[in-house]
Nanobody, 125 residues
Framework: QVQLVESGGGLVQAGGSLRLSCVASRLPFSSAAMGWFRQAPGKEREFVTAISWSAIKTYYADSVKGRFTISRDNAKNTVYLQMNSLKPEDTAVYYC??????????????????WGQGTQVTVSS
């Protein structure tokens, strides 16, 4: 079955940077929109960012605009999340997700069929 495996999480001080990676297997990756979500303790999972299958369209939550960048390498079946200027409120488990369709628009609201197991990001103040 489809597998999404995240890596790159860890502990970082406020103002620091981390780069998350998500490698997909058994997924038609180049035809799939990919997203990152996060869930902090006691809170609901929330959308962070997404990228269309062609990488032409990207979407960001207001809380991360200007600090986070999503990108993808279809040759490596990998999607990345570069996180800069991290804040304590960015602390959460970050999940990679796949929407296996050539959707370009509305990626904040589409249904993501496949999910990774998550990677913890902790930002200390």
């Amino acid at each position: 079955q489809v597998q999404l495996v995240e890596s790159g999480g860890g502990l970082v001080q406020a103002g620091g940077s981390l780069r998350l990676s998500c490698v997909a297997s058994r997924l038609p990756f180049s035809s799939a929109a990919m997203g990152w979500f996060r869930q902090a303790p006691g809170k609901e999972r929330e959308f962070v960012t997404a990228i269309s299958w062609s990488a032409i369209k990207t979407y960001y939550a207001d809380s991360v605009k200007g600090r986070f960048t999503i990108s993808r390498d279809n040759a490596k079946n990998t999607v990345y999340l570069q996180m800069n200027s991290l804040k304590p409120e960015d602390t959460a488990v970050y999940y990679c997700a796949a929407h296996p369709y050539k959707t370009q628009t509305g990626l904040m609201n589409v249904s993501y069929r496949y999910w990774g197991q998550g990677t913890q990001v902790t930002v200390s103040s």
